[in-house]
Structures are given as structure tokens and as C-alpha cells.
């Protein structure tokens, strides 16, 4: 009889929960009286009037400012000019904030969407900027460097024309320098631990790929040097001679030559070797 009474009771509380949670709903809305549904609804502005206090906060420095304008726009009129313009400036504004992934992203979808507009340029060119300004010292990974290069060289591809084109480049050359500074640690760190044909991969993807960069010097006369302690001494004097014929007056030549000198050798090409056809594409050539 207890437990029935007990039972009763749960079944009665249980019921009446839902009313009683409906009363006290019913009683919170009632004593919302200064509710104004129209305070959750961004005011609109014109496009042309967001665009321009955009710009006016982003040349005063209040780059937040000049963001929040320039989404309203794509936001608030989503298919007019001011808002095709506004997303690059968004994306400038957020490079100008360090904000490098974002502006990244924005000026990425302008150039996908928009790809013959005027500013397709300029978008592509705030992509390249955002990664070159992220680029890492070469003990570290260089991942950012070769975003740069894929990201300048479409700059200088579709749209040769372009008033980026030569920025564009010098960033490039600055980047891919990067790279082959970063292969000839690896090859040096082979080579410290006798490592030579890992060390020979490296180096001669210096002179291969990286033709262009500062390191081509010391890459021959690494593998100079590698090749000599590998015992390969025809290729070790064709490297030496490649690097005298294109840096005759270069220090890393002077040391290659008096390694050889040595052994008793002196630098001798070989046209048959890889270097030598290597050679004849340099820069120096």
C-alpha cells in the first residue's frame, strides 16, 4: 500500500512538471515588455558608404575597424561591386594584421570566383605576400617557401602585365633561395657524417633545380668534395672545373682547387657527367 501511494504520488509530480515548466515560460515572456525585435537586425547601410569608412579606418591604422566594414559589405549586398572590392580589401587589411591565414583564404576565393576581374591580380599578389611573410629560417621547415613560389609564379604567369610582375619575381628568387638553402643543410649534415650518396642527392639538386641562387657555388664545391672522398675522381675534378669556369674568382673554387692539389690533381671536365651538362645551364655559363 506505501509503495502504491508512493507511485501515485511520482505520476502526479510528473505530470504536473510540464505545466508548471509552461507557467513559469509563459510568465518569463510576459515580463519581457521593452522586447524590440528589430535591435537583432543589422542596420543596412549603402555599399558605397561601408566602403569608403572601410577605407578611411584602414588608412587611419584601424585595420579591425576596416574589417568589420568590409564584411558588412559582402554580408549586406553580397553581389554588388563594392562587395567584389571589398573582399580583396578584406584580404589586404588582414595581411596588414599579420592575420596571414585569413587573408590568405579571402584573397584565395576572390581569385576563384573573380578570376578576370581587374583586382584578380592584386588578390593572387596578397596570397603570395601572406605566405613570403611567414617564410621560417632554413634550419626549420619551408613549407611557406614554396607557397610563395607557387603563389608569385602564378602572378607572373597570369598576368605578365601586371604592376606585381616584378615584386612577384624578386619574392620568388628570395624564396627559392630558401629552398636551396635549406637542401644544402640537409647535404651538409649528410655529408659531416659520411653519408655520401645522401649527401651527392642533395648537392646536386642545388645545381640542378637551383641553378639561379647563391648556393650553386658552394653545392659544386661540396661535391668536390664529396665525390673526392667517395674515391669518384673524375667527377670530383668536373665539379671543381664547372665552378671555376662559371665562379673563377669565388673562394669555394680556390679551396676546391687545392683539395684536389692535394691527391695530386687539378680540375679536369668530364662532358660526359651529369655536372657538365649541368654546368652549361648556369647562370655564370
Partial sequence: MIYKRTAGRARSIMLAAPMVAAGLLMSGCMSEK???????????EPADVLYNQGLANLEAGRLKEAVAKFQAIDRQHPYSEFARKSLVMTAFAQYRQG???DSIA?????????PSHPDAAYAQYIV???????IRDVTQDQKEARRTVEAMEEVITRWPDSQYVEDAKAKKRF????????????????????EYI?????????????????HVEEALARLTETY???????????????LGHNYPDSQWYRDSYKLLQTGGL???????SWISKAGALLVGS
Fill in 34 to 44: 521593452d522586447l524590440d525585435l528589430t535591435s537583432y537586425v543589422e542596420d543596412v
Fill in 99 to 101: 592575420n596571414y591565414e
Fill in 106 to 114: 579571402n584573397a584565395s576565393r576572390f581569385v576563384n570566383l573573380y
Fill in 128 to 134: 603570395g605576400l601572406s605566405w613570403f611573410r611567414q
Fill in 175 to 194: 624564396a627559392r633561395d630558401q629552398l636551396a638553402g635549406k637542401e644544402m643543410q640537409i647535404g651538409r649534415y649528410y655529408l659531416e657524417r659520411r
Fill in 198 to 214: 645522401a649527401a651527392v642527392k642533395r648537392f646536386r639538386y642545388v645545381v640542378e633545380v637551383y641553378s639561379d641562387t647563391r
Fill in 228 to 242: 673526392y672522398a667517395m674515391g669518384l675522381v673524375s667527377e670530383a675534378q668536373t665539379a671543381a672545373a664547372v
Fill in 266 to 272: 687539378e680540375p679536369r671536365e668530364n662532358r660526359g
